[in-house]
């Protein structure tokens, strides 16, 4: 029988690898990642840096996965401005998420750090060291860092031309998710005014990764917003 779909759309340098702390979890939900070009398992790809590139390569995965059941498109960080953009495109498809839920992202528009991507490489690895965003292994190698920082900055340089979905309102419900020590948790609602239907908001303990410290409360959230977004029978 098949499952309900979960599409998980990775961070800033993440890829399919980034999500593998809900891969124990006790869920209904055939759990999806899809990765951008240039790193997991399309390491040899070249890396994007447009906007509308990335949301059409993420379309693409995803259309070509759907088993027909309903499903939820889900990102965190990068992956939230791209389910964005992303869900315009699946209703423009008439293949629709059953609802949208982004983390760690106040929606387009908020920040205002829109050239991040092009700072110097002492700069740009302490606004990484900041956002929580690099392991100590990494920081003590030289090595590491010089492979995972093109795609770093690849992926940034798309999330700063999140202007393209500032004025985008889907028919999808958005869920929004934040930790309540990131910056812009105070407006997590701003992703209230990209839908046209239901809208809801949880804070959870932590950083801007707060999702690798609450695996289960983020699967409990999936859960929980796939039935009221059913209830909302949008479509």
């Known amino acids: 029988m098949k499952k309900k779909q979960l599409f998980l759309l990775h961070f ?15 869920t209904d ?15 040899k790809e ?7 590139e990335a949301i059409q390569d993420i379309f693409s995965q995803i259309t070509a996965q759907l088993n027909g059941n309903p499903f939820i498109i889900y990102g965190h960080s990068l992956g939230s401005s791209l389910g964005l953009g992303v869900t315009d495109l699946l209703e423009k498809n008439n293949t629709p998420p059953q609802c949208l839920i982004v983390s760690g992202n106040a929606g387009p528009g908020i920040t205002s750090d829109n050239d991040r991507s092009d700072l110097d490489r002492d700069d740009f690895v302490n606004m990484l060291t900041e956002l929580g965003g690099l392991s100590d292994e990494l920081l003590q ?6 492979f995972v ?3 770093l900055r690849a ?23 934040m930790g309540n020590s990131e910056k812009y948790v105070d407006r997590i609602n701003n992703w ?9 908001s949880y804070v959870l303990k932590g950083n801007h990764f707060f999702i690798l410290n609450n695996g289960d409360n983020l699967i409990k959230i999936f859960e929980t917003s796939f039935d009221e977004c059913t209830s909302l029978n949008y479509q």
């Open 12 to 26: 800033a340098g993440g890829s399919i690898y980034s999500f593998e702390f809900l891969k124990s979890a006790n």
């Open 29 to 43: 939900f055939e759990m999806i990642p899809v990765e951008l070009p240039g790193r997991g398992k399309r390491i």
């Open 46 to 52: 070249k890396l994007l840096t447009s906007y509308k």
């Open 141 to 146: 190698s030289k090595e590491l860092l010089d």
């Open 149 to 151: 920082l093109p795609i």
């Open 155 to 177: 992926d940034f340089k798309i999330v700063e031309q999140d202007f393209f979905i500032e004025n985008t309102v889907v028919k999808s419900p958005i869920v929004a998710i």
């Open 192 to 200: 209230k005014k990209h839908t046209a239907s239901g809208f809801n």
